[in-house]
T-cell receptor
Framework: GNSVTQMEGPVTLSEEAFLTINCTYTATGYPSLFWYVQYPGEGLQLLLKATKADDKGSNKGFEATYRKETTSFHLEKGSVQVSDSAVYFCALSDRKAAGNKLTFGGGTRVLVKP | SQTIHQWPATLVQPVGSPLSLECTVEGTSNPNLYWYRQAAGRGLQLLFYSVGIGQISSEVPQNLSASRPQDRQFILSSKKLLLSDSGFYLC???????????FGNGTRLTVT
């Protein structure tokens, strides 16, 4: 079956530091890949996505590249802010699965200190 | 524009009591609808999804059930809550064929 593995948190950084959150996946076929962000007490928001190999998704200074050869979709940001403190989820969708279901990783909590 | 409403935001219920969480979507028709649960410190678990009125697929056998009485309404229910039902419940929707989910703000359920 499909699965997503993320690095465990919490990840604690200082403001303006470089952030990387590793994500690897196992899937049959060619999934689409996503990063979602969850701010405290809220639901999840789509941060970025990539639908095919070598695609780069980007939003709000975050980037992730769909690497089929390493089955990875690592999230990066060059200079984090306190407002980036949140839980980040990597996810994949199996285009062959009924119902457009997403498989999520366990989430990585990021804490940015001023 | 499309919006998703989920309520209540928080709920404290005793063990053995019933549960009803409601989710509605506005601004779209025939969405795919989902219920996820997020246990404390853990990832998201898909509980139910629906591709149309009256069509419910269950992902994990459990104490909960779901119903879709109207096109844009999705309800999560239980007849008797267990302590293990505590968690953060999230409703989500997407258009058929589109894989980006849109989530509600969630309901934090504490079963005491």
């Amino acid at each position: 079956g499909n699965s997503v593995t993320q690095m465990e948190g919490p990840v604690t950084l200082s403001e303006e530091a470089f952030l990387t959150i590793n994500c690897t996946y196992t899937a049959t076929g060619y999934p689409s890949l996503f990063w979602y962000v969850q701010y405290p007490g809220e639901g999840l928001q789509l941060l970025l996505k990539a639908t095919k190999a070598d695609d780069k998704g980007s939003n709000k200074g975050f980037e992730a590249t769909y690497r089929k050869e390493t089955t990875s979709f690592h999230l990066e940001k060059g200079s984090v802010q306190v407002s980036d403190s949140a839980v980040y989820f990597c996810a994949l969708s199996d285009r062959k699965a009924a119902g457009n279901k997403l498989t999520f990783g366990g989430g990585t909590r990021v804490l940015v200190k001023p | 524009s499309q919006t998703i409403h989920q309520w209540p935001a928080t709920l404290v219920q005793p063990v053995g009591s019933p549960l009803s969480l409601e989710c509605t979507v506005e601004g779209t028709s025939n969405p795919n609808l989902y219920w996820y649960r997020q246990a404390a410190g853990r990832g998201l678990q898909l509980l139910f999804y629906s591709v149309g009125i009256g069509q419910i697929s269950s992902e994990v056998p459990q104490n909960l059930s779901a119903s879709r009485p109207q096109d844009r309404q999705f309800i999560l229910s239980s007849k008797k809550l267990l302590l293990s039902d505590s968690g953060f419940y999230l409703c989500a929707w997407t258009e058929a064929g589109i894989w980006a989910l849109h989530f509600g703000n969630g309901t934090r359920l504490t079963v005491t």
